[in-house]
């Protein structure tokens, strides 16, 4: 490929590593994915092997330099999971498995925290609230239930790609955006906060640096290159959370820009102007795409057995069946709480559900209820996009659950959007770690000029205006089904918890 230089983007999702390589150009080449796994525990907890994080990191990255020069590889970016908990002690060994943000054994110190936090200090948040998904209460919880192990911590890393920049480079470091996340910094947001350390029985030592999202933060050293694939002294770029870098990619840049971002978790962000100026607003779900894979996983076998032997995909074989289904899937409505909630609810302790069985319910009416569910839940949040000014009628779609047609007719339909399709939905957020790490190396000026090489749109989804208002019918009901459970999803929390332990899970 001669003298073509290339930019190499790493996400480390919450389900695997997707590595996707560009030209400087903004020219897509290929992309890898190699996944891992999670284990989810009957407290509520959801761990992952950090060591399968790199293992993931090293397999994607060989596998996408196996045609190119190492050499020609300009950067290496990273965006990553975000606000987990991972405790290694002073020789840098593995103290516990990541706690990931999906983790929610926390709930209880979450709730306890938030009862004592200073209220002028949980208002320089966007969300301004402590879930149990943040990093403070994993670390509160830690504390008391394994004070041996908390008491032997030599670094916290609160992001998933910081473990991999730290085995790349030898250097601690986090990225002040996704840090945020961790409720463990100062008012500014620009520090680590003095008074939770103290509090918390946590020092500065024991905490990463924090950095700017496109600072070069190290060079590949010759020991890790050795196992990557990488050229030694390739310079390796922090980047953000995978949530910020879908904002990049997808071009988040002035006020009234929005997006749906449709990964694992899934959500909406929007660019609002206020009192203070412009400010990002939105949110995530916990199980957005999760419910969807859950679907595939749990309900949909025989769609993967005759995909298998077809050699097509499953996804494809469920959105056929989902289709079959009537608007409304005969009233049947999936709550898709799978692990706990964020935006809207914030409720570490909600509990998915389906409600309206009947005799009469089919399971092409199961199956649509659930992509119904998701796109009613993220509706939720784009109620409060829109109560801050934002029109939001057209905006793009990203991640897998852009990848279906029906799924993106359900999600138009239910939310009144018109949805811009990328020529790569699913490369987006790497798009965005890409031109970050473009951007850090000196390739491009800035964020703007850079995301003008790299847009490319293929499509629109319309809403159909009857659809639109069968749904606006149902919304109601939706939220009226969360209103009546939620006093007792406490209760059946604590009842699957401990049915799991009884049954030994």
Not at 251 to 265: A, I, K
Not at 331 to 353: C, D, I, K, T, Y
């Amino acid at each position: 490929m001669g003298d073509t230089r290339y930019l190499l983007a790493h996400d480390m999702g919450t389900s695997g590593d997707k590595s996707t390589l560009f030209t400087v150009e903004g020219e897509f080449v290929a992309t890898r994915t190699t996944g891992y796994p999670k284990r989810s525990l009957s407290n509520g907890g959801v761990e992952q092997d950090p060591e399968d994080w790199w293992r993931a990191f090293c397999a994607s990255t060989r596998a996408l330099v196996a045609d190119v020069d190492p050499a020609a590889i300009t950067a290496v970016g990273f965006d990553g999971t975000f606000p987990n908990c991972l405790c290694l002690d002073s020789s840098g060994a593995k103290l516990t498995n990541a706690f990931i943000w999906q983790d929610v054994r926390a709930a209880a110190e979450a709730k306890e925290l938030e009862g004592v936090a200073p209220a002028d200090w949980l208002a320089t948040f966007s969300t301004p609230t402590i879930g149990a998904d943040k990093t403070l209460p994993k670390l509160l919880w830690l504390k008391r239930n394994e004070p041996e192990l908390f008491s032997r911590i030599g670094m916290m890393f609160p992001t998933s790609q910081d473990f991999v920049v730290w085995r790349l480079t030898g250097e601690a470091v986090t990225e002040r955006g996704a840090a945020s996340g961790t409720r463990m910094v100062n008012r500014a947001h620009d520090d680590w906060s003095d008074e939770i350390l103290s509090w918390l029985g946590v020092s500065r030592a024991q905490l990463p640096r924090l950095a700017g999202r496109s600072e070069v933060v190290g060079e590949v050293l010759p020991e890790a290159a050795a196992e990557c694939g990488l050229a030694p002294g390739t310079k390796v770029v922090i980047g953000t959370g995978d949530a910020y870098t879908a904002d990049v990619g997808v071009g988040l840049l002035d006020v009234g820009d929005c997006y749906l971002t449709g990964g694992t978790s899934g959500g909406i962000y929007a660019i609002a102007d206020g009192p203070d100026g412009p400010h990002r607003t939105g949110g995530e779900t916990s199980a957005s795409g999760a419910s969807l894979a859950w679907l595939k996983d749990v309900v949909c076998l025989d769609e993967q057995r005759r995909a298998a032997e077809a050699g097509a995909s499953v996804y494809d074989l469920i959105n056929a069946e989902v289709a079959s289904a009537p608007v409304g899937s005969h009233g049947v409505m999936f709550h898709p709480h799978l692990s706990g909630e964020r935006w809207p609810r914030f409720n570490g302790m909600a509990q998915g559900s389906f409600v309206g069985l009947s005799v009469t319910t089919t399971r092409a009416d199961l199956m649509r209820s659930v992509v119904e569910g998701i796109a009613f839940n993220m509706a939720l949040i784009l109620d409060r996009i829109r109560e801050q000014g934002v029109e939001a009628r057209r905006m793009p779609i990203i991640g897998g659950l852009g990848s279906g047609e029906v799924t993106r007719q359900i999600f138009a339909d239910v939310m009144d959007v018109e949805f811009d399709v990328p020529r790569y939905p699913a490369e987006v957020v790497t798009m965005g770690t890409a031109i970050l790490a473009g951007v850090g190396a000196g390739v491009y000026e800035d964020v703007r000029s850079a995301h003008a090489r790299f847009a490319d749109y293929v499509g629109s989804t319309r809403p159909v205006p009857e659809n639109v208002e069968r749904y606006a019918s149902l919304r109601p009901l939706f939220d009226e089904i969360y209103r009546a459970l939620e006093p007792v999803y406490p209760s059946i929390y604590a009842t699957r918890a401990r049915l799991s332990e009884d049954a030994g899970a």
